[in-house]
């Protein structure tokens, strides 16, 4: 079965230092797409970042950068700089072809300290 | 205007009520889903509606009825439900169901049933 493994329940972070939340997956497909999402406190789920089995680049958008190493199956996402309104929950996701969208691990909540 | 919008944001109910809840997309996206968020589980992927058509229905107990009437709309039903129900649900929509575009959330519904 497919599945994404976050292993860190809770991390906490000076604020302005750089922070890595693992991520890993399982799957046999050779096309998947990996998304970071973020939930704070309101409850909405916002997209930070995406990342295509097929490309060679790491995806990075700003803060945020996703460490994709497809030989060991791991889509770390790396937030430089943290800010204290990083402060949420941090899920990976995983999308696979011929399934439903958007299979998610348990999550990561990060605590940014001052 | 936010992109995808649900209400109500918070739903206390009983076990004998029926209730609905109401989620609107203004982003010209085609597929639409309800996710379950429980306390210290993954995100549990519902109902998928593309197009107006249930696509996905993840053996969810009849005791939830989705609804969606047009591309923009998507309800859920909500009739003689459990304690154990009790979760913040998310709606989210994506253009296309299977293509490689993330998916909008709402802010979500946080129901509680007593």
């Known amino acids: 079965a497919q599945k994404i493994t976050q292993t860190q329940p809770g991390m906490f972070v000076q604020e302005k230092e750089a922070v890595t939340l693992d991520c890993t997956y399982d799957t046999s497909d050779q096309s998947y797409g990996l998304f970071w999402y973020k939930q704070p406190s309101s409850g909405e789920m916002i997209f930070l970042i995406y990342q295509g089995s097929y490309d060679e680049q790491n995806a990075t958008e700003g803060r945020y950068s996703l460490n994709f190493q497809k030989a060991r199956k791991s889509a770390n996402l790396v937030i430089s700089a943290s800010q204290l309104g990083d402060s949420a929950m941090y899920f990976c996701a995983m999308f696979y072809s011929g399934n439903t969208p958007l299979v998610f691990g348990k999550g990561t909540r990060l605590s940014v300290i001052a | 205007e936010t992109g995808v919008t649900q209400t109500p944001r918070h739903l206390v109910m009983g076990m004998t009520n029926k209730k609905s809840l109401k989620c609107e997309q203004h982003l010209g996206h085609n597929a639409m889903y309800w996710y379950k968020q429980s306390a210290k589980k993954p995100l549990e992927l519902m109902f998928v509606y593309s197009l107006e058509e249930r696509v996905e229905n993840n053996s969810v107990p009849s005791r939830f009825s989705p609804e969606c009437p047009n591309s923009s709309h998507l309800f859920l039903h909500l009739h003689t439900l459990q304690p154990e129900d009790s979760a913040l649900y998310l709606c989210?929509?994506?253009?296309?169901?299977?293509?490689?575009?993330?998916?909008?959330f709402g802010q979500g519904t946080r129901l509680t049933v007593v």
């Open positions: 989210a929509s994506s253009q296309g169901v299977r293509g490689w575009t993330e998916a909008f």
